[in-house]
């Protein structure tokens, strides 16, 4: 496995967990943390916008990667 597959393998991940915790902020259970509805509303906007940086990452190092495939035949 290359460095650019382990950090997009690594980003999959990390934008699979930001989801997960994006879904137990939107859907509280007994067991989630106490919060007033502005924290969790301000917490599930900044983990959107980690998705999305992580996303536009992932889409970068995908193209990154693809190029000397393309190059090579």
């Not at 919060?35 to 970068?60: A, G, V, Y």
Request: no cysteine; net charge negative.
């Amino acid at each position: 496995m290359t460095v650019t597959e382990r950090q997009i393998f690594r980003l999959k991940d990390e934008i699979q967990v930001s989801k997960w915790h994006m879904n137990f902020e939107e859907n509280p259970t007994k067991y989630s943390l106490p919060k007033t509805t502005e924290e969790r509303q301000r917490d599930i906007e900044l983990l959107k916008n980690r998705i999305i940086e992580k996303q536009n990452e992932l889409e970068q190092l995908e193209t990154r990667n693809l190029k000397p495939e393309t190059q090579l035949s």
